[in-house]
Antibody
Framework: QVQLQESGPGLVKPSETLSLTCTVSGGSISGPYLSWVRQPPGKGLEWIGFISYSGRTNYNPSLKSRVSMSVDTSKNQVSLNLISVTAADTAVYFC?????????????WGQGTLVTVSS | EIVLTQSPGTLSLSPGERATLSCRASQSFSSNYLAWYQQKPGQAPRLLIYDASSRATGIPDRFSGSGSGTDFTLTISRLEPEDFAVYYC?????????FGGGTKVEIK
């Protein structure tokens, strides 16, 4: 059973960069896309984007100007960077694995990590 | 982008009752790439239904999905205590992937 673990700072200052890492264990990072999804406290889910093991990305247009993702296959990790954060970026950030190669279906989720944007 | 509207916002029911949740899309997608997730407080979402009507691995058969085009439904035939949660629909036929606003199923 593949497991996903998000990690990174729980507190980021306004205007700075939010950086998170997702480590994949129990399986290879190759194959299905890995997405990032976020959820502000008490609110719904928002898809941020996905990355393939080869580095192909697809970002939500609403965040595209501030988002970048990368992959490190040697460490079985993907990373998320979100620049120029504001309080509106406070959320639980989930890493999630898609069902199969090329599928857009999100199948398995990490436990999520809360990131608070505050000075 | 495809906007998904879920109704009702909150459903108050008793254990053993039937729950019917609706998800309406702003435009039709013939692929039926529509999923339903369950989320409990402090937990990640869990995939219940994909391709509008296929149950994910390990999901009890009291959960069923139906619909096509722009109108989709999640039905829980008899609510168990562990089914009280928030349910989200999501389309994965088009980028950007989008979620509905959620329906909370609460104990009456």
């Amino acid at each position: 059973q593949v497991q996903l673990q998000e990690s990174g700072p729980g507190l980021v200052k306004p205007s700075e960069t939010l950086s998170l890492t997702c480590t994949v264990s129990g399986g290879s990072i190759s194959g299905p896309y890995l997405s990032w999804v976020r959820q502000p406290p008490g609110k719904g889910l928002e898809w941020i984007g996905f990355i393939s093991y080869s580095g192909r990305t697809n970002y939500n247009p609403s965040l595209k100007s501030r988002v970048s993702m990368s992959v490190d296959t040697s460490k079985n990790q993907v990373s998320l960077n979100l620049i120029s954060v504001t309080a509106a970026d406070t959320a639980v950030y989930f890493c999630a694995r898609h069902h199969s190669t090329g599928s857009y279906l999100i199948y398995h989720w990490g436990q999520g990590t809360l990131v608070t944007v505050s000075s | 982008e495809i906007v998904l509207t879920q109704s009702p916002g909150t459903l108050s029911l008793s254990p053993g009752e039937r729950a019917t949740l609706s998800c309406r899309a702003s435009q039709s997608f013939s692929s039926n790439y529509l999923a339903w997730y369950q989320q409990k407080p402090g937990q990640a979402p869990r995939l219940l239904i994909y391709d509008a009507s296929s149950r994910a691995t390990g999901i009890p058969d009291r959960f069923s999905g139906s619909g096509s085009g722009t109108d989709f439904t999640l039905t829980i035939s008899r609510l168990e205590p562990e089914d009280f949660a928030v349910y989200y629909c999501q389309q994965y036929g088009f980028s950007p992937l989008t979620f509905g606003g959620g329906t909370k199923v609460e104990i009456k």
